[in-house]
């Protein structure tokens, strides 16, 4: 069974930075597969922020390009989102996925909450 922990969400000042981490239990993450942070703001619809394949292959929402990057090193089976010049509109659960490409299955974590306060 696959399971996705999330940790580093908090509370920050806007202007400042937080870096989240997921854990990914198991060999899956070895297979080829697309993992990616997701974010759902209050009254919003969950939206992707950020993911990064295998290869090492990045993709942004626009509005965190230049602030936010997506990491991963696949000997610790874990990813990492670098959030930097953080605003208040950035405040969201954010949630962790791998989609393995194989089957295309999509796997989720808990969510961890980012504030950020103006």
């Known amino acids: 069974q696959v399971q996705l922990v999330e940790s580093g969400g908090g509370l920050v000042q806007a202007g400042g930075s937080l870096r989240l981490s997921c854990a990914a239990s198991?060999?899956?993450?070895?297979?080829?597969?697309?993992m990616g942070w997701y974010r759902q703001a209050p009254g919003k619809q969950r939206e992707l922020v950020a993911s990064?394949?295998?290869?090492?292959?990045?993709n942004y929402e626009d509005r965190v390009t230049g602030r936010f990057t997506i990491s991963r090193d696949n000997a610790r089976n874990t990813v990492y989102l670098q959030m930097n010049s953080l605003k208040p509109e950035d405040t969201a659960v954010y949630y962790c996925?791998?989609?393995?490409?194989?089957?295309?299955?999509?796997?989720w974590g808990q969510g961890t909450q980012v504030t950020v306060s103006s």
């Open positions: 996925t791998l989609l393995l490409f194989a089957t295309s299955h999509d796997y």
């Open positions: 198991g060999s899956i993450f070895r297979s080829n597969n697309r």
């Open positions: 990064i394949t295998t290869s090492g292959s990045t």
